[in-house]
């Protein structure tokens, strides 16, 4: 089948967030639905391998944050293509504790659920939430994954239910600019300063990734 028909449905980028004893936890995602709006209920997917999906497992208890085109992109890179396990992704981020889970500031909303289902999958898990309380924290339009996907340049990591393959292989279009990909997450610079060399103390916006997992791709 011709796989990126499923580029045509729409979905949303999101942090989901929630405890692993008393450590915080949390990683990207952007397979999250609306069930029916009463009993206001919720689907989520999250990848087995993904840390986060064995912590909202055993909490019983998630939010999700609702990145905005205005939220700063590095946070879908704190979130996503590193894991829970090892580390804190909360260091530099602005949250606030609601009914016991973390809530991002830079969203413009969220949605805290209870679990009440799941289904497996063969490589997900589907959480079906029952929503206790959520909140709309700002005006700006909710990032669609089509605008990460086209204007902040990002890709899914390999886990992501909305990864297709040959995305991994995807050369950016044609360009005279010069052009750095960043081998850990798929962001790429084609900024107005066109570097011939990237400086050396450069970071992936997206992913933190050093200059080094940057390749040229002009
Ligand atoms: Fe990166």
């Known amino acids: 089948m011709n796989k990126s ?26 397979s ?3 069930i029916t709006s009463d009993p206001a209920t919720i689907a989520l997917s999250l990848n087995h391998e993904n840390y986060t999906n064995s912590c909202v497992a ?10 905005s085109e205005k939220s700063d992109p590095s946070l879908i890179g704190t979130f996503g ?9 909360y260091t530099d981020v602005k949250y606030k504790m609601i009914e016991g889970v973390p809530v991002i500031e830079d969203s413009c909303g969220y949605i805290i659920c209870e679990v009440i289902d799941t289904m497996e999958t063969s490589t997900h898990t589907v959480f ?8 709309t924290l700002d005006k700006a339009p909710a990032m669609t ?6 204007v902040i340049r990002g890709t899914a990591p390999k886990n992501a239910p909305t990864y297709i393959p040959s995305e ?3 050369k950016p279009e044609a360009s ?3 052009q750095w990909k960043c081998g850990i997450c798929g962001y790429i610079y084609d900024g107005d300063v066109p570097f011939e060399e990237l400086p050396d103390t450069w970071v992936c916006p997206l992913c933190s990734a050093p200059k080094s997992a940057f390749e040229k791709v002009s």
Request: glycine content about 8%.
């Open 58 to 67: 055993k909490t019983k208890k998630f939010a999700i944050n609702i990145l």
């Open 176 to 178: 005279s600019k010069v």
């Open 168 to 170: 991994d292989d995807k």
């Open 5 to 30: 028909v499923f580029r045509n449905l729409s979905y949303g980028v999101y942090i989901i967030t929630t405890m692993d004893g008393d450590r915080k936890v949390g990683c990207t995602a952007n």
């Open 128 to 135: 079906l939430g029952k929503v206790t309380t959520g909140d």
């Open 81 to 89: 293509f590193k894991s829970s396990k090892d580390n804190d992704k």
């Open 145 to 150: 994954y089509a605008y990460y996907h086209n």
């Open 32 to 34: 999250a639905m609306q």
